[in-house]
């Protein structure tokens, strides 16, 4: 079965601190949902039209799950802590099998 993985890039972050209530809710969700943080704001090297601001990626052991802990209640409460106007690009792939 192919993994599923959360990917987020946050074009700007203004204020990190804004971000102290959602990470402390996404956190556990995240971990509840069975997804694994294997990057958080690590060191980034852009090519193209690539972003150098926060990248997030998450794994999780299949795309489903993946899916699953995005609509989960517990992560839907952590969206709503996001500040007005944040701005990120996030999305669930698939990895392959």
């Known amino acids: 079965m192919a993994k599923g993985y959360w990917v987020s890039v946050y074009p700007a ?3 990190p601190a804004e971000l102290a209530a959602y990470d402390e ?5 995240v971990r ?4 694994r943080v ?5 060191r980034i090297v852009a090519h193209e039209a ?5 990248a997030v990626l998450i794994e999780f052991d299949s ?9 989960s209640e517990a992560y839907q ?3 709503l802590a996001l500040p ?11 990895g392959v099998a």
């Open 13 to 15: 972050v203004p204020d």
């Open 25 to 29: 809710l996404a956190g556990p969700a």
């Open 32 to 35: 509840a949902g069975g997804g």
């Open 38 to 42: 294997l990057s958080s704001g690590g």
């Open 50 to 54: 690539g972003i150098t601001r926060r």
């Open 63 to 71: 795309f489903e799950l993946a899916v699953a802990a995005y609509e």
């Open 77 to 79: 409460r952590a969206m």
């Open 84 to 94: 007005d106007g944040f701005e990120r690009d996030f999305r669930i792939v698939e």
